[in-house]
């Protein structure tokens, strides 16, 4: 990993950005003050106080540090791929400043030691704030809960068996009703393991044409249901991770219409690509596939959908259906995807292109600017019941700032995360990270 320089004092005056914060509904041209790395005054003009830094934001906008619900730092056990060091640097880069760790590790965060040591860790090397997720079941197995209430004492948002759908119906009516009492959620990888057996993209005119086994709707839709239902059955938090299907939508809307604590999120790649990147750059299933047929950089799970589907995501964010944004960044090695599609491993390096993928949606009238850096800052930070995600006076200075406008191309040699497994090589993206400070502090 490079070395990285950092100011190293806490008092900054932000001087002439475009400041917009959702949580105050304030969007205006205005400095804003970090004292000791709190949030001191907000207002048209700041006289520099002797002892502060100035950046100057002009042309910039300034909203609160991100909130990424859904991220994979590998670490422990697959500290080739990613480590909380490598992850929180990418994700500071990425304008994150508090990230949710899945427990997918190796050991599992199933028990009091392995979440010690992330928060070891975390306190140790993260550039930034590390929020774990604690498993549902032991070993992410499905066979036998975990110790959510020891877990929820350490921290943990709440649990989750991450790429390990809770198959069990029965297990998952108890994990439901015994985190109500602990007033956290369950956050599940919603899909019929027995319908997606074997199947590595989205079931449609694509897979056919590459001659692939796809993964049905259906898959998704089923388990859905079924967990909404036991939410009402129970009383319990479902939180739906990295919603793709349409039928997904509608079941949430009518949950949360019924009064089920039932909530969602989505990816940057689902909100804005499609199934025919895996086929290459072509639409049309009746030219010759070009050479980047088939790329293994374009495989994830749940998988990206057909464009009606994305339009039901965008269509989602603008009418309240979905949540948040997270990334489930999902960093991988070479080795791991240097294989046949069927073979390669799932998942999309997100963290350092999210905000350039998401701005697409901007430039594109889908939602506005204002909307966007709600359901990466608010909105999150509402679902962790925490103070964060706002520029609230007397709150950490967590900001992140960015040009709208700035236009760069995606390299992923020049990721700070250990994955470098992007679709988007090469694209032209719009809407630049250019600092991000924690508690007061420039980290990037």
Known sequence: MRKRSYNLTANVLIKGGRIIDPSQSIDEISDLLVTDGI?????????????????????????????????HLREPGEEHKETIETGTAAAAAGGFTTVCAMPNTFPAMDNQSVVEYVLKKAKETAQIRVLPIGCVTVGRKGKQLSEMSELAELGVIGFSDDGDPVEDPNIMRQALSYSAGLNLPIINHCEVPTLVDGASMNEGWVSNRLG?????????????????SLAELTGGHIHIAHTSTTGTLNLIKAAKARGIKGTCEVTPHHLTLSETLVMGTIEDSFVPLPRNAYDTNAKVNPPLRNQNDVRSMVEGLQNGTIDVIATDHAPHNQVDKTTTFQDAAFGISVLETALGSLMTLVENGHIDITTLIKKLTADPAKFLGMPIGSLQKGHNADITVFDPSETWIVSPQKFLSKGKNTPIEGSLLKGKIKATFFKGRKIY
């Open 39 to 71: 949030i001191t005054e907000i207002k048209t003009s700041i006289d520099r106080p002797r002892n502060s830094e100035v950046f100057d934001a002009e042309g910039k906008i300034v909203c609160p540090g991100f909130i990424d619900l859904h991220c």
């Open 212 to 228: 692939l086994k796809g993964m049905p709707n259906s898959a998704e839709e089923v388990m859905v249901a079924r967990d909404l």
